[in-house]
C-alpha cells in the first residue's frame, strides 16, 4: 500500500500569511493526487486535484504542484474561512489520504 | 443541483452487519464513479472502496477486504455499501463521494453525501 504523510500535522499561521502544507507518498504516484478541507461537521471539500487542477469555485490563492511522491498545497494571504483541516489524498490504483493538517489561527 | 442523499444513522451490534445507501440526483448516475471513505471519532479520512456505477465494477482497500461489499442499483440512481462483522472500531461517519470527472474512478472527490453515523455497541 501506499503511504501518505503530510507535515506538519498543526500550523499555526495569521490572516494574510503565506502557508505551505506538504504531503509525501511512500512511492510514486505521478500526478494523482487531491487536496480537500474539512471544518468540524461538515464533509471534506474538494479543492485541488490532480495535483494541480483548481476546483471550479476554489479560491485562486490555493495552489499545488508537486510529482511522483512530493507535493505540496500552498495557500497565499490566509483568510479566516481557511482555518480548518487539510488532507491530501493519492488515487493512483487504491486510494488512502495523507493524516491531515490542522490550519489554526495564531 | 448535484447531490448525494445517504441513508440515516445506524446503531449496530458487533458482529452484525450495516448498508448504507447513497442516492444520486441531478446528473447522470452512470457517469461518475462513487467513492466510499469513512472517518472516525476525531480522527482522520480512510478512503474504502469505489465503485463503477455502470458497469458495477468494484475496487476494494485491502484493509476492507472480506468485509465490505459495494452494490448499485441504476433504476433509482443509488450506490450501497455494506459492511460486515462490525467491530466497535467500525464506529464512524460513512461518506460517499461522486468523482469530479467522468468515467474514471481517478481524480477528486466532488460532491459528497452528508455522511451516515454507524455506531457500534453492545
Known amino acids: 500500500d501506499i503511504q501518505m504523510t503530510q507535515s506538519p500535522s498543526t500550523l499555526s499561521a495569521s490572516v494574510g500569511d503565506r502557508v505551505t502544507i506538504t504531503c509525501r507518498a511512500s512511492?510514486?504516484?505521478?500526478?494523482?493526487l487531491a487536496w480537500y478541507q474539512q471544518k468540524p461537521g461538515k464533509a471534506p471539500k474538494l479543492l485541488i486535484y490532480?495535483?494541480?487542477i483548481l476546483e471550479s469555485g476554489v479560491p485562486s490563492r490555493f495552489s499545488g504542484s508537486g510529482s511522483g511522491t512530493e507535493f505540496t498545497l500552498t495557500i497565499n494571504s490566509l483568510q479566516p474561512d481557511d482555518f480548518a483541516t487539510y488532507y491530501c489524498?493519492?488515487?493512483?490504483?487504491?486510494?488512502?489520504f495523507g493524516q491531515g493538517t490542522r490550519l489554526e489561527i495564531k | 443541483q448535484v447531490q448525494l442523499l445517504q441513508s440515516g444513522a445506524e446503531v449496530k451490534k458487533p458482529g452484525a452487519s450495516v448498508k448504507v445507501s447513497c442516492a444520486a440526483s441531478?446528473?447522470?448516475?452512470?457517469?461518475?464513479?462513487i467513492h466510499w471513505v469513512r472517518q472516525a471519532p476525531g480522527q482522520g479520512l480512510e478512503w474504502m472502496a469505489w465503485?463503477?456505477?455502470?458497469?458495477?465494477?468494484?475496487k476494494y482497500s485491502q484493509k476492507f477486504q472480506g468485509r465490505v461489499t459495494l452494490t448499485r442499483d441504476t433504476s433509482v440512481s443509488t450506490a450501497f455499501m455494506e459492511l460486515s462483522g462490525l467491530r466497535s472500531d467500525d464506529t464512524a461517519i460513512y461518506y460517499c463521494?461522486?468523482?469530479?470527472?467522468?468515467?474514471?474512478?481517478?481524480?477528486?472527490?466532488?460532491?459528497w453525501g452528508q455522511g451516515t453515523t454507524v455506531t457500534v455497541s453492545s
Open positions: 512511492q510514486s504516484i505521478d500526478t494523482w
Open positions: 490532480r495535483t494541480s
Open positions: 441531478g446528473y447522470t448516475f452512470a457517469d461518475y464513479y
Open positions: 489524498q493519492h488515487y493512483d490504483n487504491y486510494s488512502d
Open positions: 463521494a461522486r468523482v469530479v470527472e467522468m468515467t474514471t474512478p481517478r481524480a477528486g472527490l466532488d460532491v
Open positions: 465503485n463503477n456505477p455502470n458497469s458495477g465494477g468494484t
